[in-house]
Structures are given as C-alpha cells and as structure tokens.
C-alpha cells in the first residue's frame, strides 16, 4: 500500500513561485505513473500534470508553460515547480499515484488508486 504526503503549500502574491512535493512510502514510484490534481472551492477536481513511466509529462492547457512536474525516483517524490502564480491557481493540490501496466501519462482520476490528502496554495492578487 503505497501513501502519498503532499507538502509545500504556501500563501503568496501573483508572480510568485512554489514548488510542491510528494513523498511516497510503502512503496517505490519507480514504475509509477503519477500527477497532480488541484480543486478549488465549488470546482471540480483539475488535473493540472502528470508524468507517465518513461517520464513524458502532460499539462493542462491552464499551467502550461508554467508548472512542471518531475519525479526523483532515488528520493521517492514527485515534484511540482509553479511559476507565474495567478489567482486562479488558488486551490488544494493533491498528488496521485498508479502503479499498472500503463505507460502514457494521464489526467484522468479515475486512472488513480493512490491519493494524497492535498496542501493548499493561495495565491494573491
């Protein structure tokens, strides 16, 4: 049973930076295909990244060219680097984890079977 630690969340003003972190343990991420997901209040849950076996990563049309995901598998963590911070990105963020055959990347949650319990990013106008 693999448990996701999400950490990193900040409050700070548009054009600002965060980076997001996702620790695993009871298992390794290696083979895993993994991404982070985000909902605001009254929302639906985004997916925003995620990075397939190989390491090819997606983005939402929302965050790209603004957040990337990467993966440090000798540290068992998934990151989230986020530039340009708008208010819009304001939400909790969560990280998710399936260790399957699969090898593409996806943003679809019901592909997950691991969760995180999220760290929330304020950002300020």
């Known amino acids: 049973q693999v448990q996701l630690a999400e950490s990193g969340g900040d409050s700070v003003q548009a054009g600002g930076s965060l980076r997001l972190s996702c620790t695993a343990s009871?298992?390794?991420?290696?083979?895993?295909?993994m991404a982070w997901f985000r909902q605001a209040p009254g929302k639906e849950r985004e997916g925003v990244a995620a990075?397939?076996?190989?390491?090819?990563?997606i983005y939402s049309d929302s965050v790209k060219g603004r957040f990337t995901i990467s993966k440090d598998n000798a540290k068992n963590t998934l990151y989230l680097q986020m530039n340009s911070l708008k208010p819009e990105d304001t939400a909790m963020y969560y990280c998710?984890?399936?260790?399957?055959?699969?090898?593409?990347?996806?943003?679809?949650?019901?592909?997950?079977?691991?969760w995180g319990q999220g760290t929330q990013v304020t950002v300020s106008s």
């Open positions: 998710a984890a399936v260790r399957d055959l699969g090898v593409r990347p996806t943003l679809s949650s019901p592909a997950f079977n691991y």
């Open positions: 990075i397939g076996r190989v390491g090819t990563t």
């Open positions: 009871g298992g390794s991420i290696t083979i895993a295909r």
